[in-house]
């Protein structure tokens, strides 16, 4: 059974990279496991590589194999003779010209050029000639290794992973405008599926899209790239070209569109990081918040123990388990301090008992410590979501009801945002909200907020339910359901167990979950069963196919359902729809890896909406 793990793949490919450069120059290739001879390195990097490495490994991790410090690529270094510099950066010939300056200056004893995403031979050339002119007047020329290390991407969790490239919605209400974002996007996906499935015959993905949409663009494209790389890999090995491949579950990676789903990316959510993206600022898997006059920064990761349990569950389910683990901690901690002051007459036991006491106590100190500045967002959350009364807004995205107009008008709390994103997420769908409740909603909001605001809001607002009532998705919207969880039937959960901290705001908050089917959740159940509507309308390419105009026809005879699977949203993701599919795939032996262009706050998606137009 394939479990994805693109986190993990992204690390290792790291560990490669840098192990491979200690090699070339004599050193151990596995400087982790041994001291034997460590090779000291400078990691170079350029800002786009720095955001895919940093929420993969510690500064720590990266000493522990011989980084002894990582700068920037486009900033002012000092010279260090007698390290390796290891560079990651983008192929361009802007790079390619910088690292040509520091050859020739001998800012590094050695060097190991890795680019983020394939060369091409342009840029390649380019950094000889530059090389060439530094170079002239010195009597030897530099060994200079150059790697494809496809890593333009950034892996946040074992089963999430964002391109970061901004803008994307914009741009996917007109992709034909946009030659080089098409060309970013697939580069993009192309190196995450290198990096999970490789460009090996067996494991060539399918891919899926819906026609006359922006992922269709991308998908074309990403379908040669992939090609591309199998007949280079196939040339490399002395096989006789790509072909199709019969008998075998190949993966599918299916391309959706933010345009096609916009009310998932726009409603209130209920789990712990999705709060934590909307009410606070969470990027990057770095959480920053503001609280009692303080700024306050947490790195929530793989390696936070607490977070990877509690991530994806409610609120008032967060605040009862870091009460209870709080409290098993420090009853743990006060059993390791009494053990310190133990029984005097056994000096021998006592000494044991001593060192194993000493041994536990600053693990348990560490894990406390996390513990609580976990207490502390979900208090700066909890104060966030009863100041705005966020859980009126959902229950009114959950269920058609008249308190619509009331939090629309001026004596409901929340702010503006958040009446906005309401009024999206009930306007988009036609048949939800009727003409003449949307002329209430927009009286309502020019009396409160003036006429500016709700032009501006409107137009996006039509626009939106244009482009939903022409989407070929409607297949799947009508399989869409929600049911009638309320926040009361959860109150109890808020109560229980709650910290001191948060035990006041939870009082008066219900808890925010709701059981639904999101779009994204359909479209794969869909699409790797090979069944419905959405199995029908969609695109098949096949990068192994013999010839483009046969290739629909070929794989269509030959596939069978899908065990992995990537999902990636073209024009923004978010938290929600990446909770969706894994708790809708817990208990399935199935991997489905979430990937998007980039992943949008809601309040981010609605500015973009509103000033798009």
């Known amino acids: 059974m394939s479990k994805l793990d693109i986190r993990e793949s992204t690390r290792q490919a790291v560990k490669v990279m840098l192990a491979s450069a200690s090699s070339s120059v004599g050193g151990n290739s596995d400087e982790i496991e041994s001291t034997e001879r460590i090779v000291w390195k400078v990691l170079v ?19 522990r194999l011989g980084v002894a410090s990582h700068l920037s690529l486009e900033g002012q270094r000092e010279p260090l003779s007698d390290a390796v510099g290891v560079y990651l950066c983008r192929p361009s010939n802007e790079n390619a010209k910088i690292i040509a300056y520091d050859v020739a200056a001998e800012r590094y004893g050695a060097w190991h050029i890795n680019f983020s995403s394939r060369a091409e031979r342009v840029v390649l050339e380019a950094m000889a000639r530059e090389l060439a002119g530094a170079l002239e007047s010195q009597a030897s020329i530099p060994r200079l290794p150059v790697w494809d290390r496809h890593l333009e991407y950034i ?22 405008q946009n030659a080089l974002m098409i060309e970013r996007v697939a580069t993009g996906l192309w190196c995450a599926c290198i990096s999970l499935f490789s460009a090996s015959v067996s494991s060539m993905p399918l891919i899926r899209a819906r026609p006359g949409s922006a992922s269709e663009k991308v998908a074309v494209l990403l379908s040669r790239k992939l090609s591309e790389a199998a007949q280079r890999k196939s040339s490399l090995s002395g096989g006789s070209g790509a072909s199709i491949v019969t008998g075998t579950r190949r993966p599918v990676i299916i391309l959706l569109d933010r345009l ?20 606070l600022h969470l990027e990057r898997n770095k959480c920053t918040w503001e609280g009692a006059g303080q700024s306050y920064e947490l790195c929530v990761d793989g390696e936070d123990e607490f977070f990877a349990r509690h991530s994806q569950h409610s609120l008032p389910d967060v605040i009862e388990a870091s009460s209870q683990d709080l409290t098993a901690l420090r009853e743990a901690e006060k059993r390791v301090r009494a053990r310190t002051g133990g029984d005097k007459s056994n000096d021998e036991n006592n000494t044991t008992t001593l060192a194993d006491a000493v041994g536990e106590l600053p693990a348990l100190v560490e894990k406390k410590k996390r513990l609580e500045a976990h207490t502390s967002i979900l208090g700066a959350i909890m104060s966030r979501v009863v100041s705005r009364e966020l859980p009126r807004y959902f229950d009114a995205e959950e269920a058609r009801r008249p308190e619509l107009f009331e939090l629309l008008g001026p004596q409901a709390k929340g702010t503006v945002r958040d009446k906005l994103r309401l009024l999206f997420v009930k306007g988009i769908e036609r048949g939800t909200l009727s003409d003449e409740e949307l002329t209430k909603c927009e009286t309502l909001l020019r009396e409160c907020h003036g006429p500016e605001l709700s032009q501006s809001a409107f137009k996006a607002l039509r626009d939106a339910r244009s482009l939903h009532s022409v989407s070929t998705s409607k297949a799947l919207q009508d399989d869409v359901s929600t049911t009638g969880v309320t926040f009361a039937k959860m109150l109890s959960k808020a109560h229980a167990g709650a910290t001191k901290l948060v035990d006041k705001a939870a009082a008066g908050v219900h808890s925010l979950l709701v059981a639904k089917s999101a779009l994204a959740s359909r479209a794969v159940d869909d699409l790797m069963d090979l069944k419905g509507k959405t199995h029908d309308d969609f695109i098949l390419l096949d990068p192994l196919a013999t010839s483009w105009s046969s290739q629909q026809q070929q794989t269509h005879q030959v596939i069978t359902q899908h065990a992995d699977a990537i999902c990636f949203m073209v024009g923004g993701g978010c938290y929600a729809e990446y909770h969706a599919l894994q708790i809708a795939l817990a208990n399935s032996p199935r991997t489905v890896v979430y990937g998007t262009t980039e992943l ?11 000033h798009s137009n």
Do not use: C
């Open 45 to 63: 990097l350029d800002s786009n590589s720095r955001d895919s490495l940093a929420p993969l490994m510690s500064v720590n991790e990266l000493r």
């Open 260 to 279: 096609d789903d916009l009310a998932t990316a726009l409603r209130h959510t209920e789990s712990y990081q999705s709060l934590a993206d909307d009410v």
């Open 600 to 610: 949008l706050n809601p309040e981010a998606l609605l500015n973009t909406l509103i």
């Open 155 to 176: 892996a946040l969790e074992p089963r999430l992973f964002t391109l970061g490239i901004k803008n994307t919605l914009e741009w996917s209400f007109a992709p034909d």
